[in-house]
């Protein structure tokens, strides 16, 4: 089935530096990429969209210029959380859609961890 | 109102009992249907994956959609403490590229 790795697992970072955030899709294209943000006993909140090659498409409330998305090819999408600070300390996870998606469901990452002290 | 409705719970079972999930949702546009499994820190588990009405079983998992009714549901059978994990119901509609709208999870704790 499909496999989406991300990393790091989890992440510890002072306030006021940036941290990265990378997820692959590593047996097909993901076309699409999503990033979510989790907060305790909460379901996933969509952050934003990313397509291979073009610009994300951030929801509505999330800071583009904090988390910046990069999605620069068909296998690869990375979150980068500028200027970090404690209050975005919270679980990140992505999702990858390629084809597959539509008749298998869609998959996600084991999540990422980030704690700003 | 929000899309995808889901009690959060907590639900506590025995082990062996059968368990139900159910979510509902408003869209009728929602074609696609998932059930994810997550356990604490780690990213959402594909369970069942459903394509419009019907049923889906998997092992000791039965996925339901009633489309008419705009509620889905899923069984556990013979559950067992491994089982104990928030589940997700999510949903979306073709042309949407995989965005997911998710349910707000169901903790469920299976006791020995």
């Known amino acids: 089935g499909a496999v989406v790795s991300q990393h790091p697992s989890r992440v510890i970072c002072k306030s006021g530096t940036s941290v990265k955030i990378e997820c692959r899709s590593l047996?097909?294209?993901?076309?699409?990429m999503f990033w979510y943000r989790q907060f305790p006993k909460q379901s996933l909140m969509l952050m934003a969209t990313?397509?291979?090659?073009?610009?994300?498409?951030?929801e509505q409330g999330v800071e583009k210029d904090k988390f910046l998305i990069n999605h620069a090819s068909l296998t690869l999408s990375t979150l980068t959380v500028t200027s970090a600070h404690p209050e975005d300390s919270s679980f990140y996870i992505c999702?990858?859609?390629?084809?597959?998606?539509?008749?298998?469901?869609?998959?996600f990452g084991s999540g990422t961890r980030l704690t700003v002290v | 109102q929000k899309e995808v409705e889901q009690d959060p719970g907590p639900l506590s079972v025995p082990e062996g009992a059968i368990v139900s999930l159910n979510c509902t949702y408003s869209?009728?546009?929602?074609?696609?249907f998932m059930w994810y499994r997550q356990y604490s820190r780690k990213g959402p588990e594909l369970l069942m994956y459903?394509?419009?009405?019907g049923n889906k079983e998997d092992g000791r998992f039965t996925a339901q959609v009633d489309k008419s009714s705009k509620y889905i549901s899923l069984f556990i059978r013979d559950s067992q403490p491994s089982d104990s994990a928030t589940y997700l119901c999510?949903?979306?509609?073709?042309?949407?590229?995989?965005?997911?709208?998710f349910g707000q999870g169901t903790e469920l704790s299976v006791k020995p």
């Open positions: 999702s990858a859609s390629g084809d597959e998606g539509r008749t298998h469901g869609y998959t």
């Open positions: 047996d097909f294209q993901a076309t699409t």
């Open positions: 990313s397509n291979e090659g073009s610009k994300a498409t951030y």
């Open positions: 869209n009728s546009a929602f074609q696609y």
């Open positions: 459903t394509y419009s009405s």
């Open positions: 999510a949903m979306t509609r073709y042309n949407q590229g995989g965005k997911l709208i």
